[in-house]
């Protein structure tokens, strides 16, 4: 079955940087569309970032365009998420997720808090 792990969050001061990285198994991976999601507390989770399964075609929530940017590798079954630019309100548990066209797997989320 699809597994995905996140690892790459932690604490950074505003302004900083922090790279996610999420790898994919049990599935092929190069046939999923990949994305970020983040959840603050009290907040819906929202999508950060997205890119297509072989075209790399990227789509950004508004709130993180020109900070964010979403890469994958399909041979080693990697999705990654350099945020630069961090900002206090960026602070959320980041989920990796894998679409097929019908199913939504997701990740155990890594937790990502900006603060000075």
């Known amino acids: 079955q699809v597994q995905l792990v996140e690892s790459g969050g932690g604490l950074a001061q505003p302004g900083g940087s922090l790279r996610l990285s999420c790898k994919g198994s049990?599935?092929?991976?190069?046939?999923?569309?990949m994305s970020w999601y983040r959840q603050a507390p009290g907040k819906e989770r929202e999508l950060v970032a997205g890119?297509?399964?072989?075209?790399?075609?990227?789509n950004y929530g508004d709130s993180v365009k020109g900070r964010f940017t979403i890469s994958r590798d399909n041979a080693q079954a990697m999705v990654y998420l350099q945020m630069n630019s961090l900002k206090p309100e960026d602070t959320a548990m980041y989920y990796c997720?894998?679409?097929?066209?019908?199913?939504?797997?997701w990740g155990q989320g890594t937790q990502v808090t900006v603060s000075s």
């Open positions: 997720n894998a679409h097929d066209g019908w199913v939504d797997s």
């Open positions: 049990g599935f092929t991976f190069s046939h999923y569309y």
């Open positions: 890119i297509a399964r072989s075209t790399g075609i990227t």
